[in-house]
């Protein structure tokens, strides 16, 4: 049996229980609200993960690139939408997964862009279905509801003779709250206007089957769903500290850790230096305008005890720098020799995992199994 | 011939013309010094570049992990230092390497250290290098000059037969200046402060061969650098836009760059989306605290044009958002259509390669070639 002391470090570390319980908690919310649930795998991108998704009720998957669409296409997984807007030159890539058999939905949020996936369709007799990309809180993409422009992508997609498939929005600005009220507003914001574009759209004629919405603050704060078919989420399977801060998981819940080894100290000022520096961690400071600034993480004991007020306060490429928040702990070379093993909770899941080849999954026998990931595009 | 324009987005290139111009000034440099230069491969990660530092005059290398030692003792290169405190559970891999003949030297900077490190080459039967680690500017690991410890450190070695090859410095403080003058301060106090624990050790009786510091600021400023025989240095083979806040390199001499595609605008804000986002970029911010913040990237066009004022000002995981510094650009739309191809300089070389499976080299000609690296430990 490989249990955390015989790995390599760093290591990315998955609680599996906590994974398991997670992935429970937002399935069984979604049936309760009565929609179905596509997660986002560019969290994990890996496969044993999205197969315990699915396993527990999940109905297709949302992905970031067309690499993910193509690795979960291959391991079996058919009905994929890819939530990055659409651009021409990536099109013989989706055109290759259709004819292989995948069901997979693109995106666009404007005419050109909807023009562009209607010529080329044409052109080489593919029918595309396309999701219109709706913003509900002005962070990134997306048409708002009341645009013109929304009709116009929609009879850009009919004249082309591709389907329409639905609409989608996600409010990535819920990451920037912290109280249970202003995640209702947002999530009620998400909610009407990705509602409000798809009855636009029906008004005119369309018949946008799919109302796509989601984050992982707002799904697991909605307290309805009406007009909505399907909620899309990644980061809840693993949590981190960032969904700590912003309230909508407990630090216990965070199910991904990296595992590491003390190699020094500087006594005199209370530092432990590890070998988890931002390649482990990566450099990813998402606490840092949050209401608890945890550093480049928070460190846990080898079992997943946290040890409170110590985080890994500096990081340089493969040395992490762990000190104790506030007054310097004079005794920290004696309580963490070297050779001690920790464990580093992160702050932002998706990018500490892309920092590894592989999550070693951690049962509660404690031995462990890899769960090779993949990166690039 | 695959050219920019052939590329699947985000991709990252390398000017393989800056980046002989980068090599060859820093390699001419150090014959001017008289020391030898061991390149810290940790940047590139990738053969065909630390091939073509070897070509130039490098002798030996520097690497932070043992996946890295591996990787480059494979492909023929046998004079390797690990930069990274030892701790005894990876000594098997380094012993590993030294039995299959490579000429691997391993650091401490505790007695504990030195002491795990000679019970294990005793137990082994291996005589390993091992360079002292000084910390000449408080930014991390080693022994400062003048502490007692140094003497230990070298007793623990030799008394249980290992051989103390050298002194090693990183004066990484350097990255937070940005005059000649601070420049040239810390680089003397740097060589000052590692020579002198080289003068310690022998006048107590110890050979201490090697005298080795470097970060590529002071590389670049030390005028002299009597009793050093090497220096080490990563992030100068391709630069980036922390380098030149510091003040070491000019924009143009930047030779790594992310290729990405603009798939969406938001006109009103003056927004650019694009397909690099931070998975793309890395989430390195280290020009945030800088006198010029760059955002997440400096925008360019295809053909390498800086784009003045137009930086990545915000990032999701596969998601840029490029505006204009200062007043929003009405035009951007007009400016960047859909589909345009557009190249961004990093903030952190290191950081953002580490999110590549591949570098594409750029020639002269316009043709680009894959150069794989690799990740991971």
Chains 1, 2 share one sequence.
């Not at 990081?315 to 004696?334: L, P, Y």
Request: net charge negative.
């Amino acid at each position: 049996m490989t249990g955390l002391l015989e790995l390599n470090t760093p290591a990315a570390v998955v609680d599996t229980a906590r994974m398991e319980h997670n992935i429970e908690r937002m399935q069984t919310r979604m049936e309760a609200l009565g929609v179905s649930f596509r997660p986002h795998v560019k969290t994990t991108k890996c496969l044993p993960v999205v197969q315990a998704q699915i396993a527990a009720g999940a109905r297709g998957i949302t992905v970031s690139t067309l690499k993910e669409a193509e690795q979960f296409f291959d391991a079996g997984v058919t009905d994929i939408l890819y939530a990055v807007g659409m651009v021409v030159t990536k099109l013989p890539q989706a055109l290759a997964l259709r004819r292989r058999g995948c069901d997979l939905k693109i995106i666009a949020d404007s005419v050109a862009a909807a023009e562009a996936i209607g010529a080329f369709g044409r052109e080489t007799g593919e029918v595309f279905e396309v999701w219109i990309e709706i913003d509900t809180d002005g962070h990134r993409s997306g048409i708002t509801p009341e645009e013109e422009k929304l009709l116009g992508v929609a009879r850009a997609l009919e004249s082309a003779g591709m389907k329409l498939g639905g609409v989608l929005t996600h409010a990535g600005s819920s990451y920037d709250y912290d109280t249970h009220e202003d995640l209702m507003k947002i999530s009620e914001q998400e909610r009407n206007g990705v509602v409000r574009a798809a009855e636009r759209l029906r008004a005119a004629g369309f018949a946008c089957p799919v109302v796509s919405l989601g984050s992982t603050p707002t799904a697991l704060t909605v307290p309805k769903l009406d007009g909505v078919t399907e909620v899309r989420a990644g980061v809840y399977v693993f949590f981190d500290l960032v969904m700590h801060n912003v309230g909508v998981c407990d630090i216990s819940d965070i199910a991904l850790s990296v595992l590491t080894t003390v190699i020094g100290h500087q006594e005199e000022k209370g530092w432990v230096i590890v070998d988890a520096g931002w390649m482990a961690m990566s450099r990813d400071r998402g606490t840092q305008k949050q209401k608890h600034d945890f550093g480049f993480g928070q460190v846990c004991t080898l079992a997943g005890q946290v040890l409170d007020g110590y985080v890994v306060s500096s990081a340089n490429q493969e040395h992490g720098i762990i000190s104790r928040v506030g007054d310097a702990d004079g005794d920290i070379a004696r309580r963490f020799p070297i050779g001690t093993r920790l464990r580093i909770l992160p702050n932002h899941a998706c990018a500490t995992g892309a920092q590894h080849p592989e999550y070693h999954a951690l049962a509660a026998s404690g031995a462990t199994k890899v769960w090779p990931r993949f990166y690039g595009w």
